[in-house]
């Protein structure tokens, strides 16, 4: 099942609410709260993020980056779709290498 969103500004919703587009039965619109466009970005990226580089943001990530902060809901997310990829195997972990 496939979702189509738009993340709509505050003026771009009132705007929508004030002309009654949102009765139109074919146009279904979903608003978001601030936190939660922000959520869907990061969720957007990290679905975006290849084996590569999943395993450069564990390796050289600042301590408490969101991403690998195990308070925020980006962690499960993260770590699942990391593991799906293999996790650190052997290879990934000499093509990302080591700061000197």
């Not at 949102?22 to 084996?51: G, V």
Request: proline share 2%.
């Amino acid at each position: 099942m496939y979702h189509n969103f738009m993340i709509l500004t505050k003026e771009e919703q009132e705007f929508i609410y004030r002309h009654g587009f949102s009765s139109i039965p074919f146009l279904k619109i979903m608003i978001f709260t601030q936190e939660e466009q922000e959520l869907i970005i990061d969720l957007e990226k990290i679905n975006k993020m290849t084996h590569y580089e999943m395993a450069f943001c564990i390796r050289y990530a600042s301590v408490g980056h969101k991403y690998l902060d195990i308070n925020k809901p980006f962690y499960k997310w993260f770590k699942k779709r990391f593991c799906g990829f293999g996790g650190m195997t052997s290879k990934i972990s000499q093509q990302v290498g080591w700061w000197n």
